[in-house]
T-cell receptor
Framework: LAKTTQPISMDSYEGQEVNITCSHN???????ITWYQQFPSQGPRFIIQ???TKVTNEVASLFIPADRKSSTLSLPRVSLSDTAVYYC?????????????FGTGTQLKVEL | DTAVSQTPKYLVTQMGNDKSIKCEQN?????MYWYKQDSKKFLKIMFS???????INETVPNRFSPKSPDKAHLNLHINSLELGDSAVYFC???????????FGPGTRLTVL
């Protein structure tokens, strides 16, 4: 079971790049890494997913080193609306739900 | 159109009661989940279910039981409610063997 560790909180200012790192030392061969964003009183929302190297979409980039024991979510030029909790999820969906492990979440606060 | 919906949004009840939370998804997904999010925002999977298999997180008390009348619904029944059951419960769905999950808005359960 891949246990994950994230910083509890981060602060940033509008327009800056924010990098949030998730440690998952026990990641298994079949595990993917997925990041979710959660606003207050809402369910988590998918941001990005990767297996190795780098993945980029319209909202974020995900960097995964060769050993896959950590991953970094990169949010370019954050705005106030990016203030949310960000969760790292490591797991093998095909193997069954009990292998899914969410990180503790990182509260990102963006200020003017 | 709401992809994953839950009812009720809020549920307040007394200890010892039995209650149900309903979840419906209109995404045509094969797999549905229930998560519990406690006051510290830790998000833990309780169950994953598709039309073939129920995967139970071994830490979930047997007072909790998922029931699926069809592929689009996964309801959560809770017997003999306890104070510690107070939390926000999220339903989610995904296409089997893909990692992207779509979450419902959550049900805030308060046990008095």
């Amino acid at each position: 079971l891949a246990k994950t560790t994230q910083p509890i909180s981060m602060d940033s200012y509008e327009g800056q790049e924010v990098n949030i790192t998730c440690s998952h030392n026990n990641i298994a061969t079949n595990d993917y890494i997925t990041w979710y964003q959660q606003f207050p009183s809402q369910g988590p929302r998918f941001i990005i997913q990767g297996y190795k190297t780098k993945v980029t979409n319209e909202v974020a980039s995900l960097f995964i080193p060769a050993d896959r024991k950590s991953s970094t979510l990169s949010l370019p030029r954050v705005s106030l609306s990016d203030t949310a909790v960000y969760y790292c999820l490591v797991g093998d969906m095909g193997g069954g739900g009990n292998k899914l492990t969410f990180g503790t979440g990182t509260q990102l606060k963006v200020e003017l | 159109d709401t992809a994953v919906s839950q009812t009720p949004k809020y549920l307040v009840t007394q200890m010892g009661n039995d209650k149900s939370i309903k979840c419906e998804q209109n995404l045509g997904h094969d797999t549905m989940y229930w998560y519990k999010q406690d006051s510290k925002k830790f998000l833990k999977i309780m169950f994953s279910y598709n039309n073939k298999e129920l995967i139970i997180n071994e830490t979930v008390p047997n007072r909790f039981s998922p029931k699926s009348p069809d592929k689009a619904h996964l309801n959560l029944h809770i017997n003999s409610l306890e104070l510690g059951d107070s939390a926000v419960y999220f339903c989610a769905s995904s296409q089997f063997q893909t990692d992207t999950q779509y979450f419902g808005p959550g049900t805030r359960l308060t046990v008095l």
